[in-house]
């Protein structure tokens, strides 16, 4: 299946193998297959860059980027980056025993994005917390 479609998603195989094989497999026994059989999740790109990056004067290019590089010092290096996490990312649903509430607290009625700035090989510095997302005028005034 994956070799037909490298895109399928775990439910789409657990369905198919269900409806076309008559196997009742698992998500979880699907990831451990995947993993025993050395299958990794990876991030698909559109298709007109492996023809960009096939051209030979864009692997020159790269290629000679890349040689500059080799002398930079990665304790050097910051990072600029919006690094954001929003309130709509609490867990909702939890467990708890049978006859007791669900002791977690999470924000109610104030969703919001909180923006942060450069991240360093140690650790993040310069953070600059919003409440929203970057925009230019913020980002001019970070970097200034």
């Not at 051209?55 to 290096?77: H, N, T």
């Not at 990072?79 to 309130?87: H, L, M």
Request: hydrophobic share 40%; aromatic share 8%.
């Amino acid at each position: 299946m994956v070799e037909a479609t490298t895109n399928i998603t775990l439910k789409e195989m657990q369905v198919r193998l269900r409806e076309e094989k008559g196997v009742a497999a698992g998500i979880r026994m699907l990831c451990r297959f995947f993993r025993g059989h050395d299958y990794t999740k990876k991030m698909a790109h559109a298709a007109e860059q492996d023809a960009e990056q096939d051209r030979a004067d864009v692997r020159a290019r790269r290629e000679s980027w890349f040689e500059g590089q080799l002398d930079l010092d990665p304790a050097k290096l910051v990072f600029v980056d919006e690094t954001d996490a929003s309130t709509k990312m609490a867990r909702l649903c939890g467990r708890a025993p049978k006859g007791e509430r669900l002791r977690a607290g999470v924000p109610h009625d104030y969703w919001a994005t909180t923006t942060f700035g450069a991240l360093r090989l140690e650790a993040m510095t310069a953070p600059m917390a919003l409440d929203g997302p970057m925009t230019a005028a913020w980002f001019l005034a970070y970097a200034e």
